[in-house]
């Protein structure tokens, strides 16, 4: 094929489910590049020089994934084509702002496209423990300013003191395991940033966990201490990390979760003054703590021109010898299980798991149990009004009657 053989290529739109016979073309062209599609991808971009196609680039939503392009096509301007036309796809959809992660040899021909770098990992072969290396991989957007926007407008809440922490978060639902971590991270530094992931692959939503999270820091008496943050594309989730272009299980990982503290470490904490982050231990997934592993060496370790932040790990707080998770919580939704769960989450997240997934015999008991708990605390404050009023306080276990309110 020549340079004027390029005029002939074709490009147009594919959605997977509607057309069998062009994604069997697009895996066999993904798998002659060596690499696998992804079932998250819901639109591809592709190139065609008659019935055949040459090139194609996928999207998951905002983030650009599977892009290939056969050896009889390369170099002759196919790359920025179908970048163009996938942008087309993207602002049919009302998305405009787009996302995608290439290796680091890719990175200039993407450049070229109008992408800017966010972060990158080095290609390193080996791990300071010994295990496998992060593979070199580069996370762009298409938006010169986004990150720096949005960094910008998380300044605004900047706190001027000695020692500012940060704790990243899903959950999925807050517990009191993650009151406790919060608490604890407050009383150890002057102000504490809370970010809520905002990745929709939880079981509960985001919308909810964010809510529950605001309920749980407005018990805590550090609460003018404690700014939680909405959550952002640029706190990476897994989820939307792709693993098309890096087969080893492990090295996906270590890739991902190094893309993501290094946003951290190169963006977060310094338009915030973060000197220290705040994790809980992890004691059942292996995957965790291999990532609170890799914080220490990611943002605790002297890296490039950007601060070092100190990696606290906080232990996690136990229910009956065992440490709360919310593993545990969403298992016991699964099954059928309530009672007994205002033992491991906060008053508004056991509410909130009530009124969503209880029974008419869950809702009557967390009623009584809210009742009894009302009584407990009506005789707490009356022991602090007078002897009078101490008398006429209800027994704990009691209900309230309203001959019995002053």
Same mark, same amino acid.
Request: net charge positive; glycine share 6%; charged share 20%.
């Given at each position: 094929m020549d340079e004027s053989d390029a005029v002939e290529i074709a490009y147009d739109t594919v959605l997977p489910a509607l057309q069998p016979a062009t994604m069997a073309q697009i895996r066999g062209l993904l798998a002659r590049q060596g690499l696998d599609p992804e079932a998250e991808v819901d639109t591809f971009c592709v190139g065609r020089q008659g019935q055949r196609v040459l090139a194609c680039a996928g999207l998951a939503h905002d983030v650009v994934k599977c892009t290939a392009i056969a050896p009889?096509?390369?170099?002759?301007?196919?790359?920025?084509?179908?970048?163009?036309?996938?942008?087309? @796809?993207?602002? /049919?959809?009302?998305?405009?702002?787009?996302?995608?992660?290439?290796?680091?040899?890719?990175?200039?021909?993407?450049?070229? #496209?109008?992408?800017?770098?966010?972060?990158?990992?080095?290609?390193?072969?080996?791990?300071?423990?010994?295990?496998?290396?992060a593979a070199g991989v580069v996370f762009m957007e298409n938006s010169r300013a986004g990150i720096t926007k949005w960094t910008e407008e998380l300044?605004?809440?900047?706190?001027? *003191?000695?020692?500012?922490?940060? &704790?990243?978060?899903? #959950?999925?639902?807050?517990?009191?395991?993650?009151?406790?971590?919060?608490?604890?991270?407050?009383? /150890? #530094?002057?102000y504490l940033h809370v970010f809520v992931v905002s990745e929709d692959a939880s079981f509960f939503s985001y919308a909810d966990r964010l809510a529950l999270v605001h309920a749980g820091v407005a018990e805590l008496p550090e609460r003018d201490r404690i700014h939680v943050h909405p959550g952002s594309r640029y706190l990476v989730s897994k989820a939307t990390?792709?693993?098309?272009?890096?087969?080893?299980?492990?090295?996906?990982?270590?890739?991902?979760?190094?893309?993501?503290?290094?946003?951290?470490?190169?963006?977060?904490?310094?338009?915030?003054?973060?000197?220290?982050?705040?994790? !809980?231990?992890?004691?059942? #997934?292996?995957?965790?703590?291999?990532?609170?592993?890799?914080?220490?060496?990611?943002?605790?370790?002297?890296?490039? /021109?950007?601060?070092?932040?100190?990696? &606290?790990e906080v232990e996690r707080v136990a229910h009956e010898g065992r440490a709360i998770s919310?593993?545990?919580?969403?298992?016991?939704?699964?099954?059928?299980?309530? %009672? !007994?769960?205002?033992?491991? &989450?906060?008053?508004? +997240?056991?509410?909130?798991?009530? @009124?969503?997934?209880?029974?008419?015999?869950?809702?009557?008991?967390?009623? %009584?149990? +809210? +009742?009894?708990?009302?009584?407990?605390?009506?005789?707490?404050?009356?022991?602090?009004?007078?002897?009078?009023? *101490?008398?006429?306080?209800?027994?704990?276990d009691e209900p309230v009657t309203l001959d019995q309110e002053d």
């Open positions: 009889a096509a390369q170099g002759l301007g196919v790359l920025e084509r179908l970048m163009t036309e996938l942008t087309y @796809a993207a602002l /049919d959809r009302g998305v405009s702002h787009l996302f995608l992660y290439t290796s680091l040899a890719n990175e200039e021909k993407f450049l070229a #496209c109008g992408f800017h770098r966010i972060v990158a990992v080095p290609d390193e072969a080996q791990r300071p423990d010994g295990g496998a290396g300044s605004y809440y900047r706190r001027q *003191r000695p020692k500012v922490g940060a &704790v990243v978060v899903n #959950c999925n639902p807050f517990t009191l395991g993650h009151r406790y971590l919060l608490q604890q991270a407050a009383q /150890d #530094c002057d990390f792709p693993t098309y272009f890096l087969k080893d299980a492990a090295v996906v990982q270590q890739a991902s979760t190094a893309v993501d503290l290094r946003i951290f470490r190169e963006h977060i904490a310094p338009s915030l003054g973060i000197t220290h982050r705040y994790v !809980g231990t992890e004691p059942f #997934c292996a995957v965790t703590r291999a990532y609170n592993a890799d914080m220490h060496r990611w943002v605790e370790q002297a890296h490039g /021109d950007h601060d070092p932040v100190r990696v &606290v919310a593993t545990q919580v969403r298992r016991r939704i699964i099954e059928g299980r309530l %009672a !007994g769960l205002d033992r491991l &989450v906060p008053a508004a +997240t056991y509410a909130f798991i009530i @009124a969503t997934y209880g029974t008419p015999e869950d809702k009557a008991r967390a009623t %009584a149990a +809210t +009742t009894a708990a009302s009584a407990r605390a009506y005789a707490s404050a009356a022991a602090w009004a007078s002897p009078r009023a *101490r008398t006429l306080a209800p027994a704990p």
